[in-house]
């Protein structure tokens, strides 16, 4: 009903102007005065009212959805111009936005990372890297290093110290010393 009325409102305005011109042939109606028309109907507070109900319908939604490849297109050309790449740098200087943004891609990038150690060719790349001499000798640094050597420490007396981990401690002892004396004295009966 409603595009109805807006139809209506179209056609008259039309016919309006069509009519309306005293020195215009009769047949092709003045271009600029048809198009003031137009803007100035829809300005109006009907006009406005007309083309929210229009962009409300579902039909029209329907119709305005984008085509994803258009969109897709759309994302990447931004994303490797120069404008979008300076952007994006700026963006993730903002602590705050940096931080938004890789709480929202967390999951994806967690689920990323899981097939990936499924996926044999990046397990091989992954063995090459640790095979690289240049690697490993870094890796061999970094470990020999006095600020590893002082984190592992820390690591290995916090553990020590942790209660979980004393009757844990405490549990493998008795079970070893159990097995041991029953060691023993399965050894003397043997004899």
């Known amino acids: 009903m409603k595009k109805g009325i807006l139809l209506l409102l179209l056609v008259c305005s039309l016919l309006i102007a069509a009519c309306g011109g005293k020195d215009i042939d009769a ?27 229009i962009m409300a319908d579902e039909e ?15 994302v990447e050309k931004t994303l490797i111009s120069e404008k979008g790449q300076d952007f994006w740098k700026r963006s993730l200087e903002d602590p705050k936005f940096a931080e938004t943004m890789a709480k929202s891609m967390k999951k994806e ?28 000798k870094d890796l061999s640094q970094a470990l020999k290093s006095k600020e590893f050597r002082e984190q592992m420490r820390e690591v290995v007396t916090d ?7 004393k009757a844990k401690l405490e549990e493998i002892a008795k079970k070893a010393a159990s097995e041991k004396k029953g060691d023993k004295g399965g050894g003397d009966e043997e004899k």
């Open 60 to 74: 029209i939604k329907q119709q305005l959805v984008m085509d994803q490849a258009v969109v897709k297109d759309t």
């Open 159 to 165: 553990t020590l110290e942790s209660p979980l981990y």
């Open 109 to 136: 990038n967690e689920e990323l990372l899981k097939s990936l150690m499924k996926d044999p060719e990046y397990q091989g790349m992954v063995m090459d890297i640790l095979k690289d001499p240049v690697f490993q």
């Open 27 to 53: 047949g092709q109606p003045d271009y600029d005065q048809t198009k003031k028309m137009m803007v100035d109907i829809l300005k109006s507070d009907e006009g406005k009212k007309a083309v929210k109900d």
